[in-house]
């Protein structure tokens, strides 16, 4: 391990050389992501679908784990990787915008879905940990499996458990130990786990499409790029709406859900069920993260705010990667999607305008509804133009370069990962597993 005057050093303030150089780097990690394109194989009664955003998240923390082993122009050091970090979530509000759109143009279908959409939600809150939790237990995992199962363990669930427990207490480890999973697999496993279910074909896609909004936008991007990637182009339109409407569902008012009802469930069901699940496991031999795991590591869920030279090289990431994905998959012509890919710009910039005189603003959620307003057809004068530019960016364009910088996140994280433990690890991908599962299921009794 590096001393900590080592990892300081690592970790510093990146030049802006590294910035130019982890720019070219991620697109570049697009380009060649593009061109291996899709890869399907047969699993048993069904099919596997691994797509572009999947090889560049791959790829990219492969570049970033090897980083000490490369030549400069291809070094993504510890520094760039935490940069790197904060452009993802920069980033995706682009994606955001991109949903927004799609459901103010789709808003007629998303109504169709009707009363599914509101009760899949309680799928999302405790599919988690009806799946999740006696697993943990079994496996003799202690208070760490609330923490791990109550939910799927975004920013927000971190927030609630360091609000509650603290971020050293047991629960804390676990919320922890499943925010890192899912930033290290969720996203290639819930790929794979979606499209298998999807080829099966014994649910409803609009049911799948719900269940992809799991609060997250990079899971959501990853499950839905795996559904649309298996049903008629005509339909793709509707999928990523109803994946949109219920993401946003599950981040805003599935906080509440995790808050008021699915994490005093959890704490509940623990008391009544480790008595008669759990086994007495040795103290050295505990799953869950080591007590060195502890608070120490809770920066990992605080993403400080991007200065604005930084927050302009996100959109400059992402809007590179979504016109050489667009034009390397989808044959669209670069100024084509460079006329688009400005719309979404200067609506984010909108938005983090407004961010920066009012902090407390809820961003993603202005954003989301703005998004939404601005794309309904013949709402505005502009809405049917903004449309136009817009409709040539394809959906899966935009999750190849918010994946190629996960790739880069998941390394920096990945000595924090090792300390884990693998069946606190099996436990968070039962959970996320649990969450997509449980709002299909619910949203399948309305279609």
């Not at 599935?254 to 007495?280: H, I, K, M, N």
Request: proline letters at 5%; one cysteine or more.
């Amino acid at each position: 391990m590096p001393s900590s005057a080592a990892g300081s050093a690592a970790l510093s303030t990146p030049s802006a050389g590294g910035k130019l150089r982890l720019l070219l780097v991620i697109l570049a990690v697009v380009a060649v992501a593009e061109g291996i394109g899709a890869v399907q194989f047969t699993l048993g009664p069904g099919k596997v679908v691994l797509l572009p955003m999947l090889w560049a998240l791959l790829i990219a923390a492969a570049l970033g784990i090897a980083q000490a082993r490369l030549p400069g122009v291809l070094r993504v050091d510890r520094g760039l990787q935490g940069l790197a970090s904060g452009l993802l979530n920069a980033g995706l509000l682009l994606f955001v915008v991109k949903l927004g759109l799609t459901v103010g143009a789709a808003l007629p279908m998303v109504r169709q879905a009707g009363w599914a959409l509101l009760f899949q939600e309680f799928g999302h809150a405790f599919g988690t940990l009806a799946l999740g939790l006696p697993l943990a237990l079994l496996l003799g995992i202690k208070r760490e499996a609330v923490g791990a199962t109550f939910s799927v363990g975004r920013e927000g669930n971190l927030v609630i458990i360091g609000e509650k427990y603290g971020m050293a207490s047991p629960e804390g480890r676990g919320v922890l130990a499943e925010y890192i999973t899912g930033t290290v697999l969720g996203a290639l496993f819930i790929a794979v786990l979606a499209g298998f279910i999807a080829s099966l074909h014994i649910f409803d896609p609009r049911s799948l499409a719900m269940g992809a909004g799991v609060g997250s936008g990079s899971l959501m991007a990853a499950a839905l790029g795996a559904i649309t990637a298996q049903q008629p182009a005509e339909l793709v339109p509707q999928l990523t709406a109803i994946a949109a409407a219920s993401n946003l569902l599950t981040s805003v008012v599935g906080f509440y859900f995790t808050l008021f009802l699915s994490l005093p469930a959890c704490s509940w069901l623990y008391g009544r069920l480790e008595p008669l699940l759990g086994r007495v496991t040795a103290r050295g031999r505990q799953p869950a993260a080591a007590s060195r795991v502890g608070a120490a590591q809770a920066p990992l869920s605080a993403h400080a705010a991007l200065s604005l030279p930084d927050t302009a090289l996100a959109w400059l990431v992402m809007t590179g990667g979504v016109m050489v994905g667009n034009l390397l998959s989808y044959r669209v012509p670069l100024l084509t999607s460079l006329e688009g890919m400005l719309v979404v710009v200067l609506v984010v910039a909108v938005a983090e305008g407004l961010k920066r005189l009012l902090p407390r603003l809820p961003t993603v959620l202005v954003l989301s509804v703005l998004a939404t307003v601005i794309g309904v057809p013949g709402l505005f004068p502009f809405s049917d133009t903004v449309l136009a530019l817009t409709g040539k960016l394809n959906f899966l364009a935009f999750t190849t370069p918010v994946l190629a910088m996960a790739g880069f996140s998941v390394a920096k994280d990945l000595p924090l990962f090792r300390q884990l433990g693998w069946r606190i690890v099996v436990v968070s991908l039962m959970a996320t597993a649990g969450t997509f599962l449980g709002a299909t299921l619910i949203a399948e009794f309305f279609h």
